[in-house]
T-cell receptor, first 111, second 117 residues
Framework: RKEVEQDPGPFNVPEGATVAFNCTYS??????FFWYRQDCRKEPKLLMS???SGNEDGRFTAQLNRASQYISLLIRDSKLSDSATYLC????????????FGSGTRLSIRP | GAVVSQHPSWVICKSGTSVKIECRSL??????MFWYRQFPKQSLMLMAT?????????EQGVEKDKFLINHASLTLSTLTVTSAHPEDSSFYIC?????????????FGDGTRLSIL
C-alpha cells in the first residue's frame, strides 16, 4: 500500500461547480499535511496547510480526519484557473525530514 | 513572491555532459534543502536531502556519485548530474522550508527541465 494515495482523476467539472477530493495516508504517526497545486510543467505551489480543526481560504476548504487517516480538499464555485493537479503532501516527523507526496489528482474545469 | 530560486530553468545538452543546477533560498537561511525529480505524469520523487555543511542524505536507489550535492552555504545548494545520459532527462525541483518544525510547508524552486540528447 502506498504511504499517500490519491485518486488520479481526471475530475472534469463545469465552471461554478463544487468539487472535492480526498487523500489517504497510511502512517498514523503522520505529523503535518498540506495541499499543493501543480500546473503543467511547473513547480508545485503551496495551496494551503491542513489543520486538525479544518481550515478555509476563500473558495478552498481543507479538512483532516485523523481517525480515518485522510485529508480532503473542497473547491467551491470552481474557476477555469483552478484546472491543475492537486498534490497531497504528508510529513512523517516533526523535523519534516520525511516528506511524502501523493501522485496528484488532476482537475479540469470546463466552461 | 518567490522564496526559492532555481537556475537554470532549462538545459539541453549532449550525452556525457555534467550539468549543475543551483537552488537558492531568498531572504532566509535553509540548513536543509530537498532535491526532487519528476518524470512526465508522475509524482515528485525525493532524491536527496541536502544538509548545510555535511553530506547529503540520498534516497534508496539514487546514486550519490551520479548526483552530486553540495550545500556549501545556508542559502545555496547545488545538484550536479554527472555524465548525464538521456535517461537522466527529467524535471528537477528543489525545495526548502522557511522555518524549523514539521508544520512549516515546503517552498519550491521553479524547477529545471533537463533534456539530454
Amino acid at each position: 500500500r502506498k504511504e499517500v494515495e490519491q485518486d488520479p482523476g481526471p475530475f472534469n467539472v463545469p465552471e461554478g461547480a463544487t468539487v472535492a477530493f480526498n487523500c489517504t495516508y497510511s502512517n498514523s504517526a503522520s505529523q503535518s499535511f498540506f495541499w499543493y497545486r501543480q500546473d503543467c510543467r511547473k513547480e508545485p505551489k503551496l495551496l494551503m496547510s491542513v489543520y486538525s480543526s479544518g481550515n478555509e481560504d476563500g473558495r478552498f476548504t481543507a479538512q483532516l480526519n485523523r481517525a480515518s487517516q485522510y485529508i480532503s480538499l473542497l473547491i467551491r464555485d470552481s474557476k477555469l484557473s483552478d484546472s491543475a493537479t492537486y498534490l497531497c503532501v504528508v510529513t512523517l516527523d516533526s523535523s519534516a525530514s520525511k516528506i511524502i507526496f501523493g501522485s496528484g489528482t488532476r482537475l479540469s474545469i470546463r466552461p | 513572491g518567490a522564496v526559492v530560486s532555481q537556475h537554470p530553468s532549462w538545459v539541453i545538452c549532449k550525452s556525457g555532459t555534467s550539468v549543475k543546477i543551483e537552488c537558492r533560498s531568498l531572504d532566509f537561511q535553509a540548513t536543509t534543502m530537498f532535491w526532487y525529480r519528476q518524470f512526465p505524469k508522475q509524482s515528485l520523487m525525493l532524491m536527496a536531502t541536502s544538509n548545510e555543511g555535511s553530506k547529503a542524505t540520498y534516497e534508496q536507489g539514487v546514486e550519490k556519485d551520479k548526483f552530486l550535492i553540495n550545500h556549501a552555504s545556508l542559502t545555496l545548494s547545488t545538484l550536479t548530474v554527472t555524465s548525464a545520459h538521456p535517461e537522466d532527462s527529467s524535471f528537477y525541483i528543489c525545495s526548502a522550508r522557511k522555518g524549523t518544525g514539521g508544520g512549516q510547508p515546503q517552498h519550491f524552486g521553479d524547477g529545471t527541465r533537463l533534456s539530454i540528447l
